[in-house]
């Protein structure tokens, strides 16, 4: 037979987690990390020059930040993979 036992009521109430154990998660400063690469490249999109090549068949306009995108996209992988992982050892 099944029975309930009681809540134990002499053990205090846990306390809510504190600011600075909530900033301390390295997942808020991953994601952090990747959405500044990421405004980084929308300025570079919006401000940066663009990359001139000079061929045989004339000049090419390539915008520059196809380049920084790229960096960007490998820099989110590895900030995830660091950031996001399942285990905690570090």
């Known amino acids: 037979m099944l029975t309930e036992h009681p809540p134990d009521l ?16 390295p997942e808020m400063w991953g994601a952090a990390v990747i959405a500044i690469m990421w405004i980084a490249v929308l300025f570079v999109g919006i401000y940066g020059p663009n990359i001139i090549i000079n061929g045989s068949s004339g000049y090419r306009n390539i ?20 950031a996001f992982r399942n285990g905690r050892a570090s």
Not at 10 to 25: H, K, M, T
Not at 65 to 71: K, M, S, Y
């Open 10 to 25: 002499d053990s205090p109430p846990a306390e809510p987690a504190s600011w600075a154990s909530r900033i301390l998660v």
């Open 63 to 82: 915008p520059s930040v196809l380049v920084v995108a790229f960096f960007a996209l490998l820099g989110t992988v590895a900030v995830a993979r660091r």
